[in-house]
C-alpha cells in the first residue's frame, strides 16, 4: 500500500535525510587508499549513533553491516570486511539508511578513490545524471513510469547497463514500502504521483552488459561481465508542484 506522510512525517523524513547526507559527508575524507571497508562502517556507525539515530540497515533480515561498501564490479551490498581496502582507482559505492524517530532517511553515492580512470569517471557521471533525469519526473500528476523511463533513456544514450532485478522503492517508517520504482519503464504507466509520496530513485548502471550474479554471502550482487558498476540514490518527496529532495548532497 501506497502512503501519503503528513507534514509531521514529513519534517521527522526531513530529518533523517539531512543524517543521511551529512554522514555522507562525514566520511568523505576518509574514502582514500589505505582505509578497509570495515572501518568505514565502523566510523559511520559512531556517527550515527552519537546523533541519536539508527543504522537500519545492520540487523535487516539478518544484514551485518551499517553500510553497503560496493566496489568496483559489485553492483550492491557489498559487505564491509576487514580484508577489503581501499586501492588507488577503485570507485565504491556508500549506501546507507538511516533512522531518525521511526523515519527513513536513503541514500547511496558512488566515490572515486584517488585517480580513477575515464571509464569510472564516465559511468560514475552519468549514473548520478540518470538518478537526476528520473528526479525531474517527479510531480503530481506523473506516473512512476516516466521517472523509469526517463533513468532508462538517459543510461541507454549514454551505452550504460539498466539493472533490471533492482530497483527503488517507497520509504517512511519502514526502509522499503510500495510502490517499487523500477529503472526502466513505459512513460504513463504505474502508480501516480501524489503530494506526500516519499520514494527512492536509485540508477544502479553498468559500463558492460546489464547482467548480474548473487554471490554465496546472500547479499553481494555484481556485474555478470566483471564490468564495473554505479549507484546513485537520494529520498525524494513528491510536492505540490513538484519534488524535494530530501538527501541533499552538501558538498
Known amino acids: 500500500m501506497i502512503t501519503i506522510k503528513s507534514e509531521r512525517e514529513i519534517e521527522l ?3 533523517a535525510g539531512m543524517l543521511v547526507s551529512e554522514m555522507h559527508q562525514f566520511i568523505k575524507p576518509y574514502i582514500k587508499e589505505g582505509i ?3 572501518e568505514l562502517d565502523q566510523l559511520c556507525e559512531k556517527f550515527i549513533l552519537e546523533h541519536d539515530a539508527v543504522p537500519t540497515c545492520k540487523g535487516f533480515e539478518g544484514y551485518p553491516a551499517t553500510l553497503c561498501t560496493s566496489i568496483n ?19 565504491i559505492t556508500i549506501d546507507v539508511v538511516i533512522g531518525y524517530k521511526g523515519y527513513q532517511g536513503d541514500a547511496a553515492w558512488t566515490y572515486a578513490v584517488g585517480e580513477v580512470s575515464e571509464e569510472k ?4 557521471e ?12 517527479v510531480k503530481p500528476g506523473n506516473h512512476i513510469g516516466d521517472i523509469s523511463y526517463a533513468v532508462e533513456r538517459y543510461a541507454e544514450a549514454h551505452h550504460l ?5 533492482l530497483c527503488g522503492h517507497g520509504i517512511g517508517r519502514e526502509m522499503h514500502e510500495d510502490p517499487e520504482v523500477p529503472n526502466f519503464g513505459t512513460p504513463h504507466t504505474g502508480p501516480l504521483l501524489k503530494p506526500g509520496m516519499v520514494i527512492c530513485i536509485e540508477p544502479m548502471l553498468t559500463y558492460g552488459k546489464r547482467d548480474v550474479f548473487l554471490l554465496n554471502d546472500e547479499w ?5 561481465d566483471g564490468s564495473d558498476a554505479a549507484h546513485f540514490e ?7 508542484d513538484g519534488y524535494e529532495i530530501l538527501t541533499p548532497r552538501l558538498d
Open 13 to 15: 523524513m526531513r530529518m
Open 36 to 38: 578497509s571497508t570495515y
Open 73 to 91: 564490479q559489485v553492483v550492491v551490498h557489498g559487505i564491509p570486511h576487514k580484508q577489503d581496502v581501499l586501492k588507488n582507482g577503485d570507485i
Open 121 to 124: 569517471k564516465y559511468l560514475m
Open 126 to 137: 552519468h549514473t548520478e545524471k540518470a538518478l537526476y533525469a528520473g528526479i525531474e519526473e
Open 161 to 165: 547497463g539498466v539493472v533490471r532485478e
Open 220 to 224: 553481494t550482487i555484481i556485474t555478470q
Open 234 to 240: 537520494h529520498t525524494v518527496l513528491v510536492t505540490e
